[in-house]
C-alpha cells in the first residue's frame, strides 16, 4: 500500500464506501495458515539482532507468532488499547486519498490475500504477511504510532500541493526500508526489510548499498526502485528523531522542493552522513537476487 498508485475509481463489488472488506479470517486454507508460519519462523531467525528493539517488542505485544494468519478480531483489540490503531483489509492497492484518510484515522489498510507457497522469497504486491508482520508490530510504539497519524493527514495536504511524489519518497525510505540507530548497531525498522528473508540480511550486512544519515529533504528529493533491493538506506537516529523532523510544516520545505532536481539513488553527497559508502555491486551485476 504504498506507491501511491490504483487500478480502480470506485470500490469493487463486495467493498465498503472506504474500500474495506471483511477479512473472512475462517475462508483462510491450512495451507494458506502453514504459509503464514513458514515465512513467520524463517523471520524469526534472522530478525533478533538486526530488527530494532520497538518492532521485536510489538510482535510480542500483538502476539504475532507462528499460529497462522492473525485473525484481527484476535489483534485489533490489543492494538487499539495500546495506541489506538486497528488493521483492516482492502482488496488491493487503494487510491491514495482513501490510503491517506485511513492512516489519518489510525486504520492500516492490508492486502487480505497471502502469498502463494512458490512466492515466498519474492512478490511485489503487499500481501497479509508483509503488511500484518511487516507493518503492524512498528504501530504499537506510540512514537511510531503517532507519526503514521501525521503521515496520513500530511499526504492529504501533499497531494493538494502536487508534492505527493516528494512524500511518497519519505514514506519509501522510512516505513518501508528504514533502518534506525540503536545502542547495540544500526537496526532495520522499514516493513518492507523486516517482511524479506533476503533484504533483512542485505540492507545490513551487504557491502552494496549505501547506508546514510537520515535528512528530510535529502529524502525526499532521492528516487527509489520498486522491483529490487534498495541503492540506498537511510538512517534514522531515533523514532522520536523522526517524528520532530517530519512534524514540521513542510510548507517551506516544499517550496525549496519544487525547484529542485530528483537525486539519483546511488549518489553520495559531500554533506551526506556516511555510515556505508557502498560498492554498488550488486546492482551492477543486475540485481535481482
Ligand atoms: N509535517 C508535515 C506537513 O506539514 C506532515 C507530515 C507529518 C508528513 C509526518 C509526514 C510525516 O505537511
Redesign the pocket.
Known amino acids: 500500500m504504498s506507491d501511491f498508485e490504483h487500478v480502480f475509481e470506485q470500490p469493487p463489488e463486495g467493498a465498503a464506501a472506504d474500500w474495506t472488506i471483511p477479512q473472512n479470517w475462517s475462508g483462510y486454507t491450512e495451507v494458506e495458515h502453514q504459509t503464514w508460519n513458514t515465512l513467520y519462523e524463517r523471520q524469526m531467525k534472522i530478525l533478533p539482532g538486526r530488527a530494532c528493539e520497538a518492532f521485536m517488542r510489538g510482535l510480542d505485544a500483538l502476539d504475532l507468532n507462528a499460529g497462522g494468519i492473525p485473525d484481527f478480531e484476535i489483534i485489533n483489540p490489543k492494538l487499539q488499547a495500546l495506541t489506538g490503531w486497528t488493521v483492516v483489509c482492502v482488496p488491493g492497492l487503494v487510491p491514495d486519498e482513501v490510503f491517506f484518510d485511513h492512516l489519518a484515522n489510525r486504520r492500516f489498510v492490508s492486502g487480505q490475500f497471502i502469498r502463494k507457497p512458490d512466492q515466498l522469497d519474492y512478490l511485489q504486491e503487499p500481501d497479509i504477511f508483509h503488511d500484518v508482520f511487516g507493518h503492524v508490530p512498528m504501530l504499537t510504539d506510540p512514537a511510531f504510532a503517532a ?1 503514521m497519524e ?2 496520513g ?3 492529504q ?2 497531494a493538494s500541493l502536487g508534492m505527493l511524489p516528494n ?1 511518497a519518497r ?1 514514506y519509501w525510505y522510512t516505513v518501508e526500508f528504514g533502518l534506525m540507530q540503536e545502542a547495540g548497531g544500526v537496526r532495520i525498522y522499514g516493513a518492507g526489510i523486516v517482511s524479506s528473508a533476503t533484504e533483512s540480511v542485505f540492507s545490513l550486512e551487504d557491502p552494496s548499498p549505501n547506508r546514510l544519515g537520515f535528512d528530510l529533504e535529502r529524502v525526499m528529493k532521492t528516487l527509489y526502485r520498486i522491483d529490487d533491493f534498495q541503492q540506498v538506506y537511510f538512517v534514522i537516529d531515533s523514532i522520536e528523531a523522526l ?1 520532530t523532523v ?6 517551506p520545505v ?1 517550496e525549496r522542493l519544487k525547484g529542485a532536481e530528483a537525486l539519483p539513488i546511488e549518489v553520495v553527497l559531500p554533506t551526506d552522513k556516511v555510515f556505508t559508502h557502498g560498492t554498488q555491486a550488486y546492482a551492477a551485476k543486475g540485481g535481482r537476487f
Request: no cysteine.
Open positions: 507519526y501525521a503521515y493527514k500530511g499526504g495536504r501533499a512524500l519519505l517524528k517530519t512534524l514540521q510544516d513542510f510548507g516544499y
